[in-house]
């Protein structure tokens, strides 16, 4: 058999329906062998491998089943490094193909070899951006790493995986055969020691005022049946990080959204008074924690904290946890659920001082941002699309989001109603993102609606998504938040440096006119339909007929720059002063020696 129909033969016995690519001449010789199995196997070739990649991401995120990309040698597979990245930094598992030199012209540097340091080196330029990179360099060597190479991604901590395979490998034959499948996402699944769990229900049932810190660990895990269990069994708050949203519907009265600068009210408020937190698969990064400023999100040492993750590194990374606990999310919450069972522990009523509370801490927020959201505007307050797109899209509907303020807004005020609906760039926040993931979270959910919200700068990085969603007629939507400015950092310029602006704005001409391209009219070019929005009155209208066409659809939606979400916590930039929430003041507890 020849290397490039083993490899056909692998992706069809792991089930893997697409592969995201684009053609080099590294990579026509397993071209070649995907035309064979063209029936089974479909190529999906984006304009850009940074789409290819993020297609791939999103299509794990909502299917929880990976696909594979496939790009030539040198620099088509150096487009991918972004995609690799958002994938390594938000756990999402894909299998990245890439292509490579033939193995008798290694060192020789050919056309597109890197090699100033070693043969063949493109796994070096990708090491930090993958969990793992095989370079098997002969036919027989295929089988096992590509066994590996499915099982490290899928297994522990899911993540981008690299088979780097040099052209002849394609088109050289040997006497292989597959090795075993792969068993496959989440069959393995680690539990807490028993002590842990005893100790773990020790402190919650001891708590006052416990909360529930949840990211993407619940909803890899799948993780949202138990955690919503636990939740409503003990009455106990939750807050999430943007990829951990939905696991526990956020219209649920103890589902306080996310915590951090662009948090809610009531999140931090809970995060700074809680005296327990139980930590499950979140991180504590920078953007949920405040930049780590103690009493702005939480409150460590003072509060008592169990963290719980698959991945070692993970736990105790920012704060020592009381309790560490090595396991995966849905066994450990299976296995609390089952303590508290055996002790007979029920809500009672000592959390009601803590719901009071809680209730108060909403109300002043619901006081303090309802009102704009009830608000019609030329050009469009952001509040009135998060509303009306909540309004539009159905509970299942998916939307990916870009790197941006416009991401801000939905952070802050997005209500997920299920796990896998909100696709974010959350680690590595890379632009692109949302507009090219939308692509591929469609071809995961042919049946549902999907729109990318993504900001006018980061949908000009991949404005060639269009052509790629007529070719293969997937009909998503994108919603352009269009601020005429690179706005998230604007903003962040304006605040540090007392209003002085280069380089974070679109502008055209000697008096600076805001500028920016004719959104819809570069979709009609490209045979979508576009819609440009300049009045609040008009937006959910047109997107309702956006979500009803059943074709690819762009709304080029004006949105006032001038608005910003309210700032909750803080997030730092030392040595740069960082600024104070606009709303609520930081809390910090008496003995930590006042403000
Ligand atoms: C590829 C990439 N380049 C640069 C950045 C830094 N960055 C973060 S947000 C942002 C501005 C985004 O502008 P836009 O897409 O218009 O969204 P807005 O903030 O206006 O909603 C930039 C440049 C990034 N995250 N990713
Ligand atoms: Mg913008």
Redesign the pocket.
């Known amino acids: 058999m020849k290397g490039g129909e083993l490899i056909a033969e692998f992706l069809i016995k792991e089930k893997i329906p697409y592969v995201f690519g684009i053609c080099g001449h590294g990579n026509v010789g397993i071209l070649d062998a995907l035309y064979e199995v063209r029936d089974r196997i479909k190529l999906v070739s984006p304009r850009h491998e940074q789409v290819a990649g993020h297609m791939a991401d999103a299509y794990f995120r909502v299917k929880h089943q990976p696909v594979a990309t496939l790009t030539s040698c040198g620099p088509g597979s150096a487009n991918l490094v972004?995609a690799l990245a958002v994938a390594q930094t938000d756990s999402s598992a894909l299998l990245a193909i890439t292509a490579h030199v033939p193995t008798s012209q290694f060192n020789r540097s050919p056309f597109q070899e890197l090699n100033r340091h070693n043969q063949a080196d493109f796994p070096n330029v990708i090491r930090p951006v993958v969990k793992r990179s095989f370079q098997p360099s002969r036919v027989d060597m295929l089988p096992l790493a590509l066994r590996q190479a499915a099982t490290t991604m899928t297994s522990g901590r899911p993540g981008p995986v690299n088979v780097d395979v040099p052209f002849n490998l394609f088109q050289e034959e040997a006497e292989v055969a597959l090795e075993p499948s792969w068993d496959g996402f989440n069959l393995r699944r680690s539990g807490a020691a028993p002590e842990d769990v005893a100790a773990a229900v020790d402190m919650i049932a001891a708590a006052r005022r416990p909360a529930i810190f949840i990211g993407h660990g619940v909803t890899l895990s799948e993780a949202g049946k138990e955690l919503t269990e636990l939740v409503h069994r003990l009455g106990i708050p939750v807050l999430s990080s943007p990829n951990g949203m939905g696991c526990l519907h956020m219209g649920d009265p103890l589902s306080l959204g996310f915590i951090g600068r662009n948090g809610t009210y009531p999140a931090n408020q809970a995060g700074r008074h809680a005296d327990l937190v139980l930590a499950v698969g979140a991180r504590f990064d920078d953007r949920s924690s405040s930049s780590w400023l103690p009493g702005y999100s939480w409150n460590f040492p003072q509060a008592k904290l169990i963290h719980v993750d698959v991945d070692h590194a993970e736990i105790g990374r920012n704060y020592a946890p009381d309790l560490g606990i090595l396991a995966d999310a849905r066994t450990f919450l299976q296995q609390v659920l089952a303590e508290l069972e055996r002790r007979h522990i029920e809500k009672g009523d000592k959390l009601k001082p803590w719901h009071a509370e809680i209730a108060a801490w909403r109300a002043e927020w619901e006081a303090y941002t309802r009102p704009n959201f009830e608000i019609h505007a030329s050009p469009l307050r952001p509040e009135r699309v998060v509303a009306d797109c909540r309004a539009v899209l159905p509970d299942d509907a998916i939307i990916s989001l870009?790197?941006?303020?416009?991401?801000n807004w939905y952070m802050q005020f997005w209500e997920a109603r299920r796990p896998q609906t909100m696709l974010n760039t959350w680690g590595?926040?890379?632009?692109?993102f949302g507009p090219s993931g939308i692509l591929g979270a469609k071809l995961a959910a042919p049946d549902r609606p999907c729109v990318a919200i993504?900001?006018?700068?980061?949908?000009?990085?991949v404005p060639h998504v269009l052509c790629t969603a007529v070719e293969y007629d997937i009909p998503a939507v994108w919603v352009v938040?269009n601020?005429f400015?690179?706005?998230?950092?604007?903003d962040i310029q304006y605040g540090l440096f007392n209003g002085r602006e280069l380089g974070?704005a679109f502008y055209q001409g000697p008096n600076n006119k805001p500028y920016n391209p004719d959104f819809a009219a570069w979709a009609r070019a490209c045979g979508v339909e576009g819609i440009t929005v300049t009045k609040s009155e008009d937006f959910k209208g047109a997107l309702e007929h956006a979500v009803k066409l059943n074709k690819p659809c762009l709304l080029d939606v004006h949105v006032d720059?001038n608005i910003r979400p309210p700032a909750i916590g803080t997030w730092a930039l030392p040595p740069t002063p960082h600024k104070e929430p606009v709303f609520g003041k930081k809390y910090i507890p008496a003995d930590a020696g006042g403000e």
Not at 402 to 407: A, Q, T
Not at 428 to 432: A, D, T
Not at 454 to 461: K, Q, V
Not at 485 to 490: E, G, K, N, T, V
Request: aromatic share 14%; charged share 10%; hydrophobic share 40%.
């Open positions: 972004m870009d790197s941006g303020v416009h991401h590595f926040s890379g632009m692109g993504c900001g006018d700068g980061g949908f000009t990085m938040w601020n400015s690179w706005a998230a950092i604007r974070t720059a």
